[in-house]
């Protein structure tokens, strides 16, 4: 119930594409779902996060749509870059009681 | 840079030793989590510390123990070392407020096991 599932495990997008990346939960006391993007060799880094109150925020060129019913949220990247090649964990969290983070999305931008 | 520092960043030894790793929190911060990552691989949770008292265990070996101290550093102790636990490890802070949970992550220890 604390697994936190995502999909898919790579991705290969032409620059100027959309980029999805996708993850589904289980448990319904989880209220805060950020995405973490870490290039190699570097620590994760917070993208853009959301809390259950709200369908969809907005940061540039990253959303993130929630859907609470479907116990399931994903990230998009809208005109994606060379640069945004990187490695996407989705996590959920439980009022700072348990961290949970998925397997994680390689995202490769082709020039 | 997130104001998370690790050190050492890179450590070599061999089968059967010990080592430590440590971890200095953003300021302010009194939550410690620590992760294992191995190549290609997701971030395994070890634990989690909240200002000196362990709060959460994850994927923690026996081999593997970690505290928090006074001044809120933390120090993870891997010991009988063997090949597999070749990883990154990483250490991240938050504040840890009910309504704030963002984990900064530190830039990690590379730990090679020969």
């Known amino acids: 119930q604390q697994q936190v599932k995502q999909s898919p495990q790579s991705l290969i997008v032409q620059k100027g594409g959309i980029s999805i990346i996708n993850c589904a939960y289980e448990?319904?006391?989880?209220?805060?779902f950020p995405w973490y993007q870490q290039f190699p060799g570097k620590g994760p880094a917070l993208l853009i996060a959301i809390r259950p109150d709200v369908s969809e925020k907005k940061e540039g060129r990253f959303t993130i749509s929630f859907n609470k019913s479907a116990k399931q949220f994903s990230l998009h990247i809208m005109d994606s870059q060379p640069g945004d090649s990187a490695t996407y964990f989705c996590a959920a969290d439980n009022y700072g009681q348990n961290f949970v983070f998925g397997p994680g999305t390689r995202l490769s931008v082709l020039p | 840079d997130s104001g998370v520092t690790q050190t050492p960043k890179h450590l070599i030894t061999a089968t059967g030793q010990r080592v430590t790793l440590r971890c200095s929190p953003r300021s302010g911060d009194l939550s410690v989590y620590w992760y294992q990552q191995s190549l290609d691989q997701g971030l395994q949770f070890l634990i989690h510390y909240y200002n000196g008292e362990e709060r959460a265990k994850g994927n923690i070996l026996e081999r593997f123990s970690a505290q928090q101290f006074p001044d809120l550093h933390s120090e993870l102790n891997l010991s009988s070392l063997e090949l597999g636990d070749s990883a990154l490890y990483f250490c991240a802070s938050s504040v840890d407020s009910p309504t704030y949970n963002e984990q900064f992550f530190g830039p990690g220890t590379r730990l090679t096991v020969l």
């Open positions: 448990n319904t006391a989880f209220d805060y």
